[in-house]
């Protein structure tokens, strides 16, 4: 399990990670989100005791990471697949990782093959592309079999069979009792891999929940129907007292609050003949953008669009791409 209490990190007079508590627990996939800028990899990075914290404390299994003896054996991580050295092998940069924490060296294989890199083991990792560096620092995260697993955009330059093989070996090892956690910007792939999520925006914690919960309270869900006799089933939804919203352009009528089966059961009563009844629930996507719509820091704009950030206060600055391009960590 991984504790944090109180977590938090100033760089000067910014707060990149502010009062942050939660327990990462086992045997689920726990979602790590936040917008660009909301501070996650500066949270993993303190996790590891990559970075001080300058205010409370992070507990591996009730101790610090620095304080775990033959740390690769406890906690296995890919923060950044471009760290491996490229003048040595795939083979030698594990193997050296292996032997700082006395692996035996037959483990060194065996995650090359498991991740699939065995054809190219005695390569130089500098040639390698984008997924295959991925691949080999997942392999790394691995080496030790640990009992933790924390990853940072892992499917990251993957290909579609690679992305499915690293969501499935997340999903198998949280069966097996592990503790893994993920963090990603791509909603769809995270909304299929993870069973529970935390979110933060601006370094503070804004959900600790289910994935069901989190799609839930912060996404709006409705019944879509299509039918051409609308101005009747219109009318028959107003005597019902159903309010009903006319979708421009489309010819669809959305009803909240009121089940599919109920509508459909109300139209067949009175012979309306539907083309579409379809419940429409929101997506992951959708339940994120809703939830940090007012933490996000930085918003692109359309060719000849004005400027500014509609969703930030006025008051509030932005701790903007200055800070963010010069602070080691990226988030």
């Known amino acids: 399990m991984i504790e944090l209490e109180g977590l938090t990190k100033r760089f000067g007079t910014t707060t990149a990670v502010d009062n942050?508590?939660?327990?990462?627990?086992?045997?689920?996939?726990t979602g790590f989100l936040g917008p660009n800028g909301a501070g996650k990899s500066t949270t993993m990075r303190m996790m590891l005791d990559l970075d001080n914290p300058t205010a409370g404390r992070v507990r591996i299994d009730g101790r610090r990471y620095r304080e775990l003896p033959e740390p690769l054996k406890y906690v296995g991580a890919l923060l950044d697949a471009k760290s491996m050295h490229g003048g040595r092998s795939a083979y030698n940069n594990l193997l050296c990782l292996a032997q700082s924490n006395r692996i035996p060296e037959a483990r060194v294989a065996e995650v090359l093959d498991l991740v699939g890199l065995t054809p190219v083991a005695k390569k130089k990792s500098k040639g390698?592309?984008?997924?295959?560096g991925q691949r080999l620092g997942i392999a790394a995260a691995l080496l030790g079999d640990p009992q933790i697993l924390m990853?940072?955009?892992?499917?990251?330059g993957l290909d579609p069979e690679g992305i499915l093989w690293i969501r499935n070996l997340m999903k198998?090892?949280?069966?097996?009792?592990?503790?893994?956690?993920?963090?990603?910007?791509l909603m769809s792939e995270m909304a299929l891999t993870a069973d529970h999520l935390i979110v933060i925006g601006r370094g503070r914690l804004l959900a600790d929940m289910s994935m069901a919960e989190f799609i839930q309270e912060n996404s709006r869900s409705y019944v879509r129907l299509r039918s051409p006799q609308q101005e009747r089933l219109k009318d028959l939804l107003h005597e019902a007292g159903i309010t009903a919203v006319a979708v421009p352009d489309s010819g669809a009528l959305e009803i909240d609050g009121t089940g599919a089966e109920q509508l459909g059961e109300l139209a067949a009563r009175h012979g309306i003949v539907l083309h579409e009844l379809s419940p429409q629930r929101a997506s992951l996507e959708e339940a994120f953008m809703r939830m940090t719509a007012d933490t996000v820091e930085y918003h692109a704009h359309?060719?000849?669009?004005?400027?500014?950030?509609?969703?930030?206060?006025?008051?509030?600055?932005?701790?903007g791409a200055g800070f963010e391009s010069g602070r080691k960590g990226g988030e």
């Open 20 to 29: 942050l508590s939660f327990r990462v627990r086992p045997g689920v996939v």
């Open 151 to 156: 990853f940072d955009e892992p499917v990251n």
């Open 128 to 132: 390698f592309s984008l997924g295959m």
């Open 302 to 319: 359309a060719p000849g669009a004005p400027g500014g950030n509609p969703a930030r206060p006025a008051d509030v600055p932005a701790w």
């Open 172 to 185: 198998g090892l949280a069966s097996e009792g592990r503790t893994i956690f993920v963090s990603s910007h």
